[in-house]
Each structure stands twice: as structure tokens, then as C-alpha cells.
């Protein structure tokens, strides 16, 4: 018995020790191995090329798509604030055609208790339950944000009064409010009824 251990076959030993013993050769065709290396370079540089088209493309796609999305963003918040603002609206001046409706109500008992003269027990009594309804009218106005427009003495203000004439009024200053035929209101800061006003001029 020999003291060298036998060295393991390699595949490759044992490829060609097997076509030897069957009498077949190992033939590799170089044509064929360099059309394959060649199609499979032209193709990774007509992919590369592709690619790199597809990704400008993409970019394009995705700074539109961006954009879009900003855009999508503003409106949304620019719809969110203007539902929120319609909310509140609704909120606070809900009672615009209601209280519209009292003011003629209120009106007349005021013009009632201007009429009211005389001393007798009767016309005190109106004049009592008059003044206590106006209060409790001007009462309930007041808890519900409706102000009282009365503006006797100030500068005429064309958003809240209406001039129904000018006249020239001793010792007042010209443009300020001299009678007041009608009192306004306002409802939580928006005009409900202008007032009707005399309005005075510089004399002549």
C-alpha cells in the first residue's frame, strides 16, 4: 500500500477522464459563445437607455403630480375655511328674518308710548306696560347680539344710517344726525335695519 493519499477528481478532471473513456470530445463553440455575449451586452445598453428615458419620464410625472396634489391641498383648505366661515354665519345671524319680523312690533310700541300724554291713572298704566314690554324686548335683543342703532348727535355713517333730508339746524355741526325718525339694529356686528335719519347741512 503506497503512504501518498490519492488526490479527489475535479469535475473538469473527471469530464475529460469520462470522454475519454467513451471516446467523446468536449467541444465548445466560439461563435456561438460571442453571439451570446454580444446579444446579451446589446441588450443591457438598450435597457439602460430605456430606463433612463422611463425615469425623466417618471420625474416629469411625478413634479405634475405634485403640483396637482399642492394645488388639491390649497383648495381643500380654502374650502375648509370658507365651510367653517358659512357655519358660523348660519350660527349667528340664523335669527335675521325673525328679529326683522319684531322690529315693527317694537316700533309701534314705542310710537304708542310717544302718543301716550295726559295724567290720568289709565294713560299711566299704558305708559307702565309699554315701557316694561320695551324693556324686555330690548332685553331679549341684547342676549341674542342685536344692537340698537340710535345715533342721535354723531357723524353720519352712510353704512348704518339712511338720510331720508338735509337741513341746516342751528348750533349743530354740518354731517351729524340731528332726528332719528327710525332706530336701526344690528345683528352680531351686520346691519339688520339702517336707520332713518336727519342729517344736518352748513347753512346757506
Known sequence: MSNEQEKPESPVDADVETGAQTGQETVIDQDTTETVADTEIGEHEYTIDELKKELAEAKQKAHENWDKAVRTQAEME?????????????????????????????????????????????????????????????????????????????PFNAEHHQAMVMQAVEGAVPNTVVTVFQKGYLLNGRLLRPAMVVVAKAAD
Open 78 to 154: 380654502n374650502l375648509k375655511r370658507r365651510t367653517q366661515k358659512d357655519l358660523e354665519d348660519a350660527h349667528k345671524f340664523a335669527l335675521t328674518g325673525f328679529a326683522k319680523e319684531l322690529l315693527p312690533v317694537l316700533d309701534s310700541l314705542e310710537l304708542g308710548l310717544q302718543a301716550a300724554t295726559g295724567d290720568n291713572d289709565e294713560v299711566k298704566k299704558f305708559r307702565e306696560g309699554s315701557e316694561l314690554t320695551i324693556k324686555q324686548f330690548e332685553a331679549a335683543f341684547a342676549r341674542f347680539n342685536v344692537v340698537t342703532i340710535n345715533p342721535v348727535g354723531e
